[in-house]
């Protein structure tokens, strides 16, 4: 990372605004590089795309029913406690 930070103080000279960007960039490069495991992968949790249930729970509220118990229950946010048990396999 020495050649990152050879661009940023050449950055700061030439525009201050631009040597904050180039820092930014390189504090969340090291971020992420933090995060990084020894044999190089990454490991994150895993968001998944909740706009296709949100419409379905909004639109079947509009025409005045209630959608099903289960598919409200999923779309709640998770609590720590839930979070760790779903984690841990206990809910499905």
């Known amino acids: 990372m020495e050649d990152m930070d050879v661009v940023t103080?050449?950055?700061?000279?030439?525009?201050?605004?631009?040597?904050?960007?180039e820092a930014a960039v390189s504090r969340a490069t090291q971020a992420l590089l933090?995060?990084?495991?020894?044999?190089?992968?990454?490991?994150?949790?895993?968001?998944?795309?909740v706009s296709i249930p949100a419409e379905y729970?909004?639109?079947?509220?509009?025409?005045?029913s209630l959608p099903t118990p289960s598919l409200k229950a999923r779309s709640q946010p998770l609590s720590g406690?839930?979070?760790?048990?779903?984690?841990a396999g206990h809910c499905h």
Do not use: Y
């Open 57 to 64: 729970i909004f639109f079947t509220t509009f025409l005045g």
């Open 34 to 49: 933090a995060t990084q495991r020894a044999d190089g992968h990454f490991v994150f949790e895993l968001e998944a795309d």
């Open 9 to 21: 103080e050449g950055a700061a000279t030439a525009n201050p605004e631009l040597a904050q960007i």
């Open 81 to 87: 406690a839930n979070r760790r048990r779903m984690m």
